[in-house]
């Protein structure tokens, strides 16, 4: 009797509460706005055939996939990163096995109907990775940020020779050649235009940002939060920390994989420079320039930085980089967590002027 | 009565600094029992030990029975024993709620779930809010843990604890470092535990030992130097002499 | 194999120079610099351009090298890292970067994108035999160099007032700042004495190591697995370290050409398992 | 700085033709555009500006009007990532629509191109990258600079002349090193002699000196070098550490190593130094003197080497290959007329293999010479109309 009125009694307490914890996981207008601007590029494309024309964009379709693609590299590391707090800088090494495994799918399951199968071999290139990931995590486990660091560089630059040794695999130094993508779902071929490869990178891209939402909202993405905060009280409370880290690792190295897959079969090949030292910098360097622990700091992230730089380097091809690190400097002086952090001071300035509707909201 | 703790012999090294020195030791349940010594007695190092944040150099400690020297801090954690940091030891970028959620997901076993979304389980949510106005953190549910007062932050640190619904609870210091003005609020939630968990209280502060304790044990340079109820430490003229006289001269 | 023990040695004092500066605000002052290559860009450039378009002579190069890049280093110190030495590593990272990609792009449009190569007097050039090795006089100068450096850093830090000052201060600055030291003084000369040293070392390798202005990036992966492997918390430590690398890499590609590229990483990534804070690291009082 | 200003300049139309790609289709009949991706930044940074030069001094000395056309043209940077490539590859073809590409400084850099021009049929001028499959790989590569092999096999064979029994050689680890090593392997063993070792170094390497003393203590008659041009200078000043010629040890390599564009910073201690390519900024015609002046004098502290002049070359038949079409830029027909076209170049005479593609020339053995105060490549034997030895 008691029991049943005193679980009633919370339930009822309980009410607001759950709901206030869950808003964290709800669809925000600007989510919306994030994921329809995305798709607005894609339709744009169609504009010229309705007979008129959108400048800028359009005539970036390949630009924008691999934006997606990059997008989807830091996303996975954002998730180590931004959540679990683990740095790594051999991403890249997840992202190149992924790259290989899909290629060489596509390559040899030519004609064999199932091994062909883009979807099928994006399975593949996030299981390889997840699989190497899960045997490297160990290494992680221990130690300061820079030995982080460095065993995952280190294993990322061992990677990195392995490709360059097993030509007889790899094609060596020279890349994969030969990979043929087979139509996705049987119906879209990949043309030149780069529509398929867009859509196709779109669709997966925001696959894996779901899938990614959903876990770091969820109570085994809190005990991440929890991790990076504080790994001794995370011990304390009774959590399996090392579980959980290997567990954040190998996902993330799934997803690197994925994305490295997607680069593999919109290209149709795979180089030494995708599992090279500079795709791992480059990749977290995007994560800590959208601003790490959001989901969404390596997508924009990527866009940013691609975009900045296709910008730049078509005004000065030259020197270009310089430009790229007067704005990282200017950035890391004047924001705090990158661009991300930059939008949120800002609109927190905007709530500052304009006065709450209601005080609940506070 | 049973014992629900226990260190044998328990002895912790730094390179030639005993911390711990052969300290053998009993904690019967529902004990409601104070650790006290002259700074540097070794009191932290002794709950370090007890909790696995240490492993001992020799001895073993035992929990409800169980031989649990060599476990990890988790599992000791998840076989019922709790404890505080005498530095915070919080999720500053959460909400309190969120923290205590994550303590009782991870009790419940329902931390591992990748895709329920966290505060869906309503009847955990109602606990974690009953165990936060309890605390009297009401007021700061939703605020973020770094942005609390330095005694809330205290009171949730002893939060946290309880969320596991612990049988032994190991406090270190929860009082220190607290503004006068809130020290009776964490008097009170600690005096106010249920009898079911059996309490350490690592303490410096002799008015808060002497109104919460029945039993004391006085560590002196990592030894074990005296036990007894409160009245007879109180009255031990060897304890005035090491301690409480020390505390007189520190304190005038 | 004398020979090549020789050659491993003299690459890893080199190592060890260019990557000292590093260790100092890393490990001393917790900054994460990955730039510091910039600084031996520095010094490697400005003896090429004494050399080759001055016709400076090359000992003169070595103290310039020193003192440009000390000063470089103190005016970047004061004008920017200052800032940011209360960011967290990652804003760090992305900062050095930055600077990293200035430099690259500034020396590019200075000095152009090929590689610069400087003539060594004629004296540094040439080899001996000695006890059947076959010794390299520059490298033997390098080698020369380089432990009289060794040595008097550890003196500097060891054994003199500066040097309890700088331990001081990096073991706790607020309470450094209470006996009276000036610690804003004392880290921006510590700063601008590892990028002399770098500069130092870009002087040095300018005629081994390649000179272009990709430079701060391609040894950047050096200079981090000689810190991870030797650790920060001593000087010694990435110099054993240095020494160790730069011999297994010069042996491994002598011996076994076909896998000489995987030796260096491999040797770092098996000691940060078993000994995740560095080979040489002493353990650490907290 | 007047090159600036011609940077600045052309960066600034490219510019303005990306973004006004999507407006411009109609009037863009008119104008033919060539997509240069060169790599401009990054290690291989050097390669990719000899290439620009050459292609822009052709255009400063030949006009824009081609067949009643204007030439546009389009220069990319794509950092040496053949993803990159790849993707500027597509975007110049989708959105710039243009006739031709050209560039690739390495070699995986011009093969991640091949499904795209196959798939647009859009010609593709390699200017320097060397592997000889390349052109294999789609029917729309035409090459006008080299290939390895085509240099090496003189090499081996003035070698085995000049009394090379044994040889060792060192190559960066990838596609063009392999190549070399294979080819002057292969001959040099037709002809009596032997390589006892073939030492492979990573692409990306800082320190060379092991592999040298490897190759030293090895005490063959001749090293044979091969590394990518913007890495010569350091590997040369290594061998000159090593003192190899000291040892006995004739060192010889394809004109890479003794890129003209480095070759004088690379002190007298190279004087002497044998090897074999097709071209040399000493070359003795006077199409390459005036080629040479004005190089250097729209391009200051450069000097024209074999990356150069194929930039220039690859404009040369461009420009002929329109005039041919009479402005069309089918890529078929452009393709077509390029096959078999001969051509006096800076380099001396050549032409494209109309069945391979791929580019026919002299090749010459060269000798590093002081001249005038500065350092060239003498050359002092030359073979005669060199195919590429590794095509069918």
Redesign the interface.
């Known amino acids: 009797m008691s029991v049943a009125s005193a679980t009633d009694m919370s339930a009822a307490a309980a009410g607001p509460a759950s709901l206030r914890l869950m808003s964290a996981a709800r669809w925000r207008w600007y989510e919306f706005l994030f994921w329809g601007i995305a798709v607005a590029c894609g339709l744009s494309t169609l504009a010229p055939a309705l007979g008129f024309t959108v400048p800028v964009i359009p005539t970036k379709l390949m630009l924008m996939s691999e934006i997606l693609i990059l997008g989807l590299l830091a996303l996975s590391i954002d998730l180590t990163l931004g959540y679990a707090g683990l740095v790594t800088l051999g991403q890249g090494a997840f992202f190149g096995i992924g790259a290989y495994t899909a290629g060489l799918m596509a390559k040899y399951g030519a004609g064999v109907a199932p091994l062909s199968d883009p979807l099928l071999g994006l399975l593949g290139a996030g299981l390889a990775a997840g699989v190497v990931g899960f045997a490297t995590s160990f290494l992680v486990l221990r130690g300061s940020d820079l030995t982080r660091l460095m065993v995952t560089l280190g294993v990322a630059l061992i990677v990195e020779e392995l490709v360059n040794k097993l030509k007889d695999i790899t094609g060596g130094t020279d890349g994969l050649q030969g990979v043929m993508s087979s139509s996705v779902l049987g119906i879209w071929d990949f043309d030149l235009y780069g529509y398929t490869a867009f859509w196709y990178a779109l669709g997966i891209t925001f696959l894996c940002f779901w899938f990614c939402r959903r876990l770091v909202n969820s109570p085994f993405g809190y005990s991440l939060r929890a991790i990076k905060g504080n790994a001794l009280r995370a011990r304390a409370i009774g959590m399996p920390v090392n579980a959980r880290l290997i567990q954040v690792y190998t996902l993330s190295a799934f997803i690197a994989g994925v994305a490295g897959g997607l680069l593999a079969q919109t290209t149709q090949f795979a180089s030494p420079d995708m599992v090279a030292f500079h795709r791992s910098a480059d990749s977290l360097l995007m994560v800590i320039f959208g601003g790490a622990g959001h989901l969404y700091g390596g997508l924009i992230g990527a866009a940013i930085f691609r975009v900045m730089q296709d910008f730049l380097s078509n005004i000065t091809p030259q020197y270009w980089l310089f430009w790229v690190g007067i704005v990282l400097i200017l950035l890391v002086l004047f924001v705090r967590n990158g661009v991300i952090g930059l939008m949120m001071a800002a609109s927190q300035k905007y709530i500052a002027k304009v006065p709450p509707k209601s005080g609940a909201l506070k | 009565m049973t014992t629900v703790l226990e260190t044998r012999v328990l002895r912790k090294a730094f390179g030639g600094i005993t911390a711990t020195n052969d300290v053998s030791f009993t904690l019967p349940a529902g004990a409601r029992h104070a650790l006290i010594g002259p700074n540097g007695a070794g009191k932290t190092t002794f709950v370090n030990l007890l909790s696995g944040v240490l492993l001992p150099t020799s001895g073993s400690i035992f929990l409800n029975g169980e031989d649990v020297t060599e476990w990890s801090v988790r599992k000791r954690s998840r076989a019922g024993l709790a404890r505080t940091f005498q530095i915070n030891q919080l999720f500053a970028d959460l909400t309190p709620l969120q923290t205590i959620m994550i303590a009782i997901n991870e009790r419940e076993n329902a931390a591992r779930s990748w895709f329920r979304s966290f505060g869906a389980r309503k009847d955990l949510v109602g606990e974690a809010v009953e165990l936060i106005e309890s605390l009297n953190l009401a007021d700061v549910i939703h605020n973020r843990v770094g942005s609390l007062a330095y005694g809330k932050q205290r009171l949730l640190e002893i939060a946290i604890a309880l969320a596991a619904k612990p049988s032994v609870l190991l406090l270190d210091e929860p009082a220190a470092g607290v503004p006068e003005s809130e020290r009776d609020q964490i008097l009170n939630v600690v005096a106010a535990l249920p009898a079911s968990v059996s309490l350490v209280l690592i303490e410096h502060d002799m008015d808060l030992v002497f109104r919460f304790a029945k039993t004391i044990s006085v560590l002196v340079n990592g030894a074990l130097f005296v036990e007894g109820s409160a009245e007879e430490i109180a009255r031990d003229p060897r304890v005035r002499q090491v301690y409480l006289g020390e505390e007189v001269i520190n304190h005038g | 194999m004398l020979t090549i023990l020789f050659d491993g040695v003299a690459y890893g004092m080199l190592l060890f120079v260019l990557s000292v500066g590093l260790c100092v605000t890393l490990g001393l002052m917790n900054f994460i610099n990955l730039a510091h290559g910039a600084f031996a860009m520095a010094g490697g450039y400005l003896t090429v351009v004494m050399m080759n378009w001055y016709g400076i002579s090359f000992y003169w190069c070595l103290p310039a090298a020193f003192i440009v890049s000390a000063v470089l280093g103190v005016f970047l110190e004061r004008t920017l890292y200052s800032r940011l030495y209360d960011k967290t590593h990652l804003d760090q990272v992305l900062f050095s970067i930055g600077l990293i990609f200035v430099a690259t792009a500034a020396v590019d449009y200075v000095m152009g994108a090929s590689q610069q190569i400087i003539n060594l007097p004629a004296h540094l050039n040439g080899r001996f035999e000695f006890l059947g090795a076959s010794i390299g006089v520059y490298r033997l100068f390098v080698i020369v160099i380089c432990g009289l450096l060794t040595v008097a850093l550890q003196f500097v830090i060891g054994r003199t007032r500066f040097g309890s000052r700088l331990r001081a201060s990096v073991d706790d600055g607020r309470v450094a700042r209470g006996l009276g030291i000036d610690v804003t003084f004392i880290f921006a000369l510590t700063f601008a004495f590892g990028s002399g040293l770098a500069g130092l070392g870009g002087a040095l390798g300018a005629s081994i190591l390649s000179m272009d202005p990709t430079f701060p990036l391609k040894y950047m992966i050096y200079f981090l697995i000689v810190i991870a492997v030797g650790g920060t918390t001593t000087i010694t430590g990435p110099f054993f370290a240095s020494i160790l690398l730069g011999v297994a890499d010069v042996a491994g590609k002598y011996f076994v050409p076909s896998i000489g590229g995987f030796i260096i990483y491999s040797i770092m990534v098996l000691v940060l398992i078993f000994k995740p804070e560095g080979l040489f690291a002493r353990s650490t009082k907290r | 700085m007047q090159r600036r200003t011609v940077?600045?300049g052309l960066?600034?139309s490219?510019?303005a033709a990306?973004?006004?790609?999507?407006?411009q289709i109609a009037a863009a009949q008119e104008v033919v555009k060539i997509g240069l991706i060169?790599t401009?930044?990054?290690?291989q940074?050097?390669s990719?500006?000899q290439k620009v030069a050459g292609a822009r001094l052709f255009m400063a000395q030949h006009g824009n009007k081609v067949a009643g056309k204007t030439i546009e043209l389009i220069?990319?940077?794509d950092t040496g990532?053949?993803?990159q490539t790849?993707?500027i590859a597509?975007?110049l073809?989708?959105?710039d629509k243009v006739a031709f590409l050209a560039g690739f400084s390495l070699?995986?850099l011009a093969?991640?191109v091949?499904?795209?021009i196959t798939?647009?049929k859009v010609p593709a001028i390699i200017m320097t990258a060397g592997?000889s499959v390349i052109t294999e790989?789609s029917p729309y590569f035409v090459r006008v600079s080299f290939t390895l092999p085509q240099q090496t096999v003189p090499l081996a064979e003035w070698a085995a002349k000049n009394g090379v029994k044994t040889a060792v050689s060192l190559v960066s680890?990838?596609?063009p090193g392999i190549d070399t090593q294979d080819a002057f392997k292969q001959r040099l063993e037709e002809r009596g002699g032997k390589v006892v070792e073939q030492?492979?170094?990573?692409?990306?390497?800082?320190?060379f000196?092991?592999?040298l003393?490897?190759a030293k203590d090895l005490k063959p008659d001749a090293l044979l070098l091969f590394v990518p041009a913007?890495?010569?200078?350091?590997l040369?000043?290594?061998v000159?550490?090593?003192?190899l010629a000291?040892a006995g040890i004739k060192v010889i390599g394809t004109g890479d190593i003794t890129d003209d564009?480095?070759l004088n910073?690379?002190?007298?201690?190279v004087i002497g130094l044998i090897t074999s390519h097709f071209y040399s900024a000493a070359h003795d015609s006077p199409l390459n003197k005036k080629f040479v002046a004005e190089f250097k004098q729209a391009n200051p502290?450069?000097r024209p080497n074999f990356i150069g002049v194929s930039g220039y070359d690859g404009m040369y038949a461009m420009y002929e290959a329109l005039k041919k079409t009479d402005g069309k830029t089918d890529g078929t027909a452009l393709v077509e007329a390029m096959k078999g076209m001969k051509w006096e170049s800076p380099r001396g005479m050549m032409s494209i293999d109309p069945a391979t593609r791929d580019v026919i020339q002299d090749v010459y053995i060269r000798k590093v010479e002081k001249k005038d105060g500065e350092l060239y490549n003498i050359e002092f034997d030359v073979v005669k109309d060199v195919k590429d030895p590794l095509h069918k």
């Open positions: 940077v600045a960066a600034g490219a510019f990306t973004f006004a790609g999507g407006i060169a401009l930044t990054g290690p940074a050097a990719g500006r220069v990319k940077d990532v053949a993803d790849r993707r597509q975007e073809i989708v959105n070699t995986p093969l991640a091949a499904p795209v798939q647009a592997t790989r680890d990838y596609g030492i492979k170094a990573p692409l990306a390497n800082p320190e000196a092991p592999f003393q490897r913007p890495t010569a200078g350091s040369m000043r290594q000159v550490d090593r003192d000291g564009d480095q910073s690379m002190g007298d201690a502290n450069m």
